[in-house]
């Protein structure tokens, strides 16, 4: 999923950093963060910055791994979630060589863009459609999102190598299978991964997701608030 430098042309490289600066303007204006998050998004980072580390060999340079902006995106918001995103793949770049920095606006626009406001989009609307409670189906909701998330990243990371004169020997009909095939079977890890450190925090902190722009929305909390108000107003 990290893309070196030289895969793909400037213009790609070009267009994909405008997009990448739009939606980090907004990120940086949107975020907002409470004590309870704050560590949990230097934690997550952390996580999913070692766990990128375990790059699988793809097609050519390119590798397939765990992407993370699922789950942070449904903690923390799809604002903090590019955030945390951009700071694991400039670290890597800088440190690890693992991406390039002229691409950076690419491998951000796959990995912190769509991997992360994808899942975020899929989960509020099927939560409004089947608005489940707590439990399996709550819980495939979550799988699904992570799931397509990570499949639509790869895709666009293949559609860009797909179309780079640079790599003419692999052509979108070889790059966008490519990827899609292999990340089908990483977004499945991907999800199950993304729903056993939800449900352990449901069940440990519960606080951290309450305040989270995605997942506090989910009737459990909704619940949880009007009762709160209840009790006030009987006070």
Same mark, same amino acid.
């Given at each position: 999923?990290?893309?070196?430098?030289?895969?793909?042309?400037?213009? @790609?490289?070009?267009?994909?950093?405008?997009?990448?600066?739009?939606?980090?303007?907004?990120?940086? #204006? #949107?975020?907002?963060?409470?004590?309870?998050?704050?560590?949990?998004?230097?934690?997550?980072?952390?996580?999913?910055?070692?766990?990128?580390?375990?790059?699988?060999?793809?097609?050519?340079?390119?590798?397939?791994?765990?992407? $993370?902006?699922?789950?942070?995106?449904?903690?923390?918001?799809? *604002?903090?979630?590019?955030?945390?995103?951009?700071?694991?793949?400039?670290?890597?770049?800088?440190? *690890? $060589?693992?991406?390039?920095? @002229?691409?950076?606006?690419?491998?951000?626009?796959?990995?912190?863009?769509?991997?992360?406001?994808?899942?975020? @989009?899929?989960?509020?609307?099927?939560?409004?459609?089947?608005?489940? +409670?707590?439990?399996?189906?709550?819980?495939?909701?979550?799988?699904?999102?992570? *799931?397509?998330?990570?499949?639509?990243?790869?895709?666009?990371?293949?559609?860009?190598?797909?179309?780079?004169?640079?790599?003419?020997?692999?052509?979108?009909?070889?790059?966008?299978?490519?990827?899609?095939?292999?990340?089908?079977?990483?977004?499945?890890?991907?999800?199950?991964?993304?729903?056993?450190?939800?449900?352990?925090?449901?069940?440990?902190?519960?606080?951290?997701?309450?305040?989270?722009?995605?997942?506090?929305?989910?009737?459990? *909390?909704?619940? +949880?608030?009007?009762?709160?108000?209840?009790?006030?107003?009987?006070?």
């Amino acid at each position: 999923m990290h893309l070196p430098d030289g895969l793909i042309p400037p213009t @790609i490289a070009i267009i994909a950093f405008i997009i990448t600066i739009v939606f980090w303007v907004i990120s940086f #204006k #949107k975020v907002k963060l409470t004590e309870q998050q704050v560590p949990m998004m230097g934690l997550l980072t952390a996580l999913f910055f070692a766990a990128m580390m375990m790059n699988f060999p793809l097609l050519g340079p390119t590798t397939a791994h765990l992407l $993370g902006g699922a789950v942070i995106g449904l903690i923390l918001g799809p *604002f903090a979630g590019l955030i945390s995103i951009t700071i694991i793949l400039v670290l890597q770049a800088l440190l *690890f $060589g693992d991406g390039g920095l @002229i691409v950076l606006g690419a491998n951000v626009l796959n990995l912190g863009i769509i991997g992360v406001f994808i899942p975020c @989009i899929l989960f509020i609307v099927l939560n409004r459609l089947f608005k489940p +409670k707590v439990g399996s189906g709550l819980y495939v909701i979550i799988f699904v999102s992570a *799931f397509f998330g990570d499949l639509l990243a790869a895709i666009a990371a293949g559609i860009e190598v797909g179309l780079s004169p640079l790599s003419p020997w692999y052509g979108l009909s070889v790059a966008v299978p490519a990827m899609a095939l292999n990340h089908s079977i990483i977004g499945a890890a991907e999800g199950i991964v993304t729903v056993l450190l939800i449900m352990t925090l449901l069940k440990l902190r519960p606080d951290v997701l309450e305040k989270s722009p995605i997942l506090g929305k989910l009737s459990l *909390f909704k619940n +949880k608030a009007k009762s709160e108000e209840t009790s006030d107003v009987k006070e």
